[in-house]
């Protein structure tokens, strides 16, 4: 009964330390990207996920980037990340999407924020699938966007992304493009 006692004692102290979870499953992570205006399914929309480890310091915590990865969407719109697995005792967060495709808005946030969200004309739920909106820019709303990468990731693994946001670049005119940083 003691040990039981002392195990429990030290999970808690982990998880106050700065462990986001005790337990939990990560992933998968399945969605599809829809024209807001024609419902279609968009090809080649970027998606790339983020996770982040959560590291205790004195002031409260830092945040340094642990994996991402990046895929495009296929004919029919979907995507499905397949996440980290089982976590035990991790300070791994839950992973961080951008969303992007040239000529469309940026959705961008985390999953879980995402599910929250009900009510947002953005992304819809069929199950543990979520349905993102994007919506087509004008001219001028492309203009006014905020088209920054994800700070601190490897821009290897974030090639696709580099690439929209360049052709989006070139069609509004731009002459200063991101290049491949590494």
């Known amino acids: 009964m003691l040990h039981i006692i002392k195990l429990l004692l030290i999970f808690s102290i982990l998880a106050c330390a700065g462990c986001t979870a005790i337990c939990r499953i990560d992933g998968p992570y399945e969605g599809k990207v829809v024209d807001a205006e024609t419902k279609q399914p968009l090809e080649g929309v970027v998606v790339l996920g983020v996770w982040h480890k959560t590291q205790p310091n004195f002031a409260g915590s830092t945040f340094k980037i642990y994996d991402s990865i990046e895929m495009l969407t296929g004919k029919n719109g979907e995507f499905k990340i397949p996440g980290k697995g089982l976590m035990l005792l991790s300070n791994i967060d839950e992973i961080d999407l951008v969303i992007f495709k040239a000529q ?18 953005n992304i819809h739920w069929d199950g543990d699938k979520a349905i993102f909106y ?12 905020s088209l920054g990468l994800p700070l601190f990731l490897d821009t290897k693994k974030m090639r696709n992304l580099i690439f929209e946001i360049n052709k989006d670049l070139k069609e509004l005119g731009y002459d200063l493009y991101i290049e491949d940083l590494n």
């Open 134 to 145: 994007l919506s087509k820019l004008n001219y001028n709303d492309r203009k006014k966007r």
């Open 104 to 121: 469309y808005n940026k959705i961008e946030g985390r999953w879980s924020d995402f599910k929250t969200n009900i009510g947002s004309k």
